[in-house]
């Protein structure tokens, strides 16, 4: 009975997470299983350490130490190349706040020449959204600036 209780409990708490997890924001999501594989890490070398196998426990706690402290701090982060920070740690041009846009802007942004075609401005725009949208890694106002290049180009 004690079994099937604990089946049961275990089960619940599945798919209650399940469904914490599908309400969730996935960059946080990733933020916090970070957190937590860097903690375990951490504690596990901790206690490697304290059993008598320091040679492979002091590694393991500094690894996972470094970990908390580049994905806690993503200024710091960013600052040594280490991820951590919204855009995944990916280094680019920050978008401007203006909403208008010049078609010289546009095509530097997309990386297309004068006189580009509809289809050479849509493949640059879809290799440049794969870096960019918030779903890989990315941010809202960079999608948005690259979205507003490729309407203005395909629009002139």
Do not use: C
């Amino acid at each position: 009975m004690s079994v099937l209780f604990g089946v049961l409990a275990a089960l619940g708490a599945m798919v209650v997470l399940a469904w914490l997890f599908s309400k969730a924001d996935p960059g946080r999501v990733a933020r916090l299983m970070r957190l937590v594989a860097a903690l375990a890490v951490t504690g596990l070398g901790i206690l490697l350490t304290v059993r008598g196998m320091g040679i492979l426990g002091v590694p393991m706690a500094i690894a996972g130490l470094g970990f908390i402290v580049t994905g806690s701090w993503p200024a710091l982060g960013r600052r040594y190349g280490m991820g951590g920070g919204q855009t995944g740690g990916q280094q680019g041009p920050r978008p401007r706040s203006s909403g208008t846009m010049s078609v010289e802007e546009a095509r530097e942004t997309l990386g297309v020449k004068p006189g580009a075609s509809a289809d050479e401005i849509n493949a640059a725009y879809r290799e440049l959204m794969k870096k960019v949208h918030p779903d890989t890694g990315g941010n809202d106002a960079l999608a948005r600036r690259v979205q507003e290049a490729r309407d203005l180009l395909i629009g002139n």
